[in-house]
């Protein structure tokens, strides 16, 4: 067994002993615990989580990160982590990061996978411990995962961010937050290593996802709208960046049209947040949308075009991809197409 593959003692330790003080969401705690100082945990290294993880090791934190497969031990050890493929390694940990992609993933960490026996965060960690969730999860499953840590005497702070990779490794991140009180502000040092602010929205972590949601939705829209004029632009023969300097310079000088708008300008479709990741997200906001009986029409032609982008083989792509497929509507360019300059 080598040094990264610790014996899981997770279906040994029993179960864990519920404290006195109840800490289902919403509920008031009756002690206020110190800052988490010891070792941080962290499940999702992709490329946003990495960043982030690195800036906590940066930081002097030690921190040990799960990862399924042993090629990534090598790269993970060199941004001074503390990899492994064993996710009992983490159950002395007091704060446990998650960067997931989707609903499922976050569920299969915190329940476990019974087919092959992995067990989950929530039967492993200590009582106390909390788990902080960074994911860009739905209302729904955030509910869920803070009844089934309450469930074991835990923590679940929701906080989500706002950011892309280049953001994260800057620590440029906006962090939206939710959850009890003192479990948010015994993250707070984490939180501010990350991110250049965070916010505090509620004791209900779904609060925190629901304005995530609602937010990559505001940029999603912005970006559909920006490939369409900059289509026109072009149809016309003309140069895009003079007019998106005026509009940034003007009446659209938000972070999400200079940086997009000039993205899209340039016909720059680096992956970053990928068609795929989006289309999840703008799928979950239809959902918490029409559970609350609110029409929103421009987000279901965003959710159409994505679908569009994706099909034509650009699900690598960032979402400024929403303007090639805007282009390539307007006659623009041939399908396929160059996919960036």
């Given at each position: 067994m080598s040094k990264h593959e610790r014996r899981s003692p997770f279906g040994s330790r029993g179960e864990p002993q519920i404290p006195d003080r109840v800490r289902a969401s919403g509920a008031k705690m009756t002690g206020v615990r110190s800052p988490v100082v010891g070792e941080i945990g962290f499940?999702?290294?992709?490329?946003?989580?990495?960043?982030?993880?690195?800036?906590?090791?940066?930081?002097?934190?030690?921190?040990?990160?799960?990862?399924?497969?042993?090629?990534?031990?090598?790269?993970?050890?060199?941004?001074?982590?503390?990899?492994?493929?064993?996710?009992?390694?983490?159950?002395?940990?007091?704060?446990?990061?998650?960067?997931?992609?989707?609903?499922?993933?976050v569920r299969e960490i915190v329940f476990g996978r019974g087919g092959d026996g992995l067990d989950g965060l929530a039967a492993g960690l200590m009582p106390g411990?909390?788990?902080?969730?960074?994911?860009?999860?739905?209302?729904?499953?955030a509910s869920l995962l803070a009844s089934e840590h309450a469930r074991h005497g835990q923590g679940y702070v929701a906080a989500p961010v706002f950011g892309n990779p280049d953001a994260a490794k800057a620590r440029q991140l906006f962090i939206v937050t939710a959850g009890v009180s003192a479990d948010v502000e015994?993250?707070?040092?984490?939180?501010?290593?990350?991110?250049?602010?965070?916010?505090?929205?509620?004791?209900?972590?779904?609060?925190?996802?629901?304005?995530?949601?609602?937010?990559?939705?505001?940029?999603?829209?912005?970006?559909?709208?920006?490939?369409?004029?900059?289509?026109?632009i072009r149809k016309r023969g003309l140069d895009p960046q003079p007019f998106m300097d005026i509009m940034t310079s003007t009446m659209f000088g938000g972070r999400a049209h200079r940086i997009y708008g000039d993205k899209i300008a340039k016909r720059n479709y680096a992956a970053g947040f990928v068609l795929p990741l989006v289309l999840k997200d703008v799928r979950l906001a239809l959902a918490e949308a029409e559970k609350s009986g609110v029409p929103m029409p421009s987000v279901g032609v965003v959710r159409d075009r994505l679908i569009t982008g994706i099909a034509r083989g650009y699900g690598a792509l960032d979402w400024t991809a929403l303007g090639l497929v805007a282009a390539e509507e307007a006659g623009l360019y041939a399908v396929p197409s160059v996919i960036a300059d």
């Open positions: 499940v999702g290294l992709g490329n946003m989580g990495a960043a982030m993880a690195a800036n906590l090791a940066a930081a002097g934190r030690r921190v040990i990160a799960y990862v399924r497969r042993q090629d990534q031990i090598g790269k993970l050890e060199a941004l001074g982590l503390y990899p492994t493929t064993d996710i009992g390694a983490l159950i002395e940990c007091e704060v446990v990061i998650t960067m997931l992609p989707d609903d499922d993933a411990a909390i788990h902080l969730s960074m994911s860009t999860i739905s209302t729904a499953a015994r993250c707070r040092p984490i939180l501010d290593t990350l991110g250049q602010r965070t916010f505090v929205v509620g004791a209900d972590p779904g609060e925190a996802n629901l304005v995530k949601l609602l937010g990559n939705m505001m940029s999603a829209t912005a970006l559909e709208m920006l490939g369409e004029v900059v289509a026109v």
